[in-house]
């Protein structure tokens, strides 16, 4: 059993350097870093020039506590891509590079795209 977790943690740490490879951020064109887990997303801006979270969001932070958007759905996912492209507009940027990570453009992701897009940020 203990094999196989390591197998499995080690394919999907494989298929995201697969996808990250090819996507690097830096201040005017940042990286959209998404991260899903069982109850919550988190979204950053991240400078990989120099290491920089710019702007960062999370279903589980202080403007969604109390709200329908508080766990992880389609609903949230576009609330929270509204979210970072305001905050994103706000820092004066514009364009993006999404990264999807291990995570299939299905779903939530593609939900929390829409909502990116929608705020203005384009990729």
Request: aromatic residues 6%; charged residues 35%; contains cysteine.
């Amino acid at each position: 059993m203990e094999k196989h977790t390591k197998r499995v943690r080690l394919v999907r740490q494989k298929r995201a350097w697969r996808v990250r490879k090819k996507l690097r951020g830096n201040a005017e064109c940042p990286r959209l870093s998404v991260n899903k887990s069982l109850k919550h997303l988190q979204v950053q801006l991240i400078d990989d020039e120099t290491g920089v979270t710019l702007v960062g969001s999370a279903t589980y932070s202080k403007q969604f506590k109390g709200t329908e958007h508080n766990a992880k759905g389609k609903d949230a996912a576009k609330a929270l891509g509204e979210f970072i492209g305001k905050a994103a507009k706000a820092k004066n940027i514009e364009e993006v590079i999404f990264d999807r990570g291990r995570y299939k453009y299905h779903g939530v992701i593609a939900a929390l795209a829409e909502g990116a897009r929608a705020a203005g940020l384009k990729f």
